[in-house]
């Protein structure tokens, strides 16, 4: 069975730009959640998208956003960049939402910097 | 916010030691999860634990939960180089019996397991 898949995995912007991440869960998975992991804040749920609806929004600006596809490959959009956008961005699937609980399977992450 | 804290920040050990590290979490929660990261890799999940349990194995791996001091340990023993990660816990929190539908991330322990 295929693991989450996340692209691109390293990515360079400048401040301004927009970038959109890509997703696809483990197959029959139905949710994928984002996180943001910088070595200041740690890890930090951004959302949750369960069968194309978002579930769940962590404390996070507007400037981030997602979708679900009916496939459920999920993506994230960041606009207006700055500096402090630059993280690792993990996608994790699970077979329930996250409100119903269980093991969240984590991509490898798009390590994204913004100079 | 974080609603976890672990301790220690880091853990430097010899192979065939034993490695805990612990969790406090603020609220009540539904299940306490505990992953693995290696260097900016994706995580792993370990174990879950609902809070209706007290203590769950698996392998080399022990979870306890004290649900009324709102902490978990996280047990290794005989430590391996290849153990040596980070290690998060994550709580799915409740509010009035209902989870909040998003998992919250402790800073992490660095472990080190010296050959």
Known sequence: KAGVTQTPRYLIKTRGQQVTLSCSPISGHRSVSWYQQTPGQGLQFL????????????????????????????????????????????????????????ELFFGEGSRLTVL | ?????????????????????????????????WYRQNSGRGLVHLILIRSNEREKHSGRLRVTLDTSKKSSSLLITASRAADTASYFCATDSLAGGTSYGKLTFGQGTILTVHP
Do not use: H, W
């Open chain 1, 47 to 102: 959302f949750e998208y369960f069968s194309e609806t978002q579930r769940n929004k962590g404390n996070f600006p507007g400037r981030f956003s997602g979708r679900q596809f009916s496939n459920s490959r999920s993506e994230m959009n960041v606009s207006t960049l700055e500096l402090g956008d630059s993280a690792l961005y993990l996608c994790a699937s699970s077979l329930f939402s996250l409100a119903v609980a269980g």
């Open chain 2, 1 to 33: 916010s974080q609603q976890g804290e672990e301790d220690p920040q880091a853990l430097s050990i010899q192979e065939g030691e034993n490695a805990t590290m612990n969790c406090s979490y603020k609220t009540s929660i539904n299940n306490l999860q």
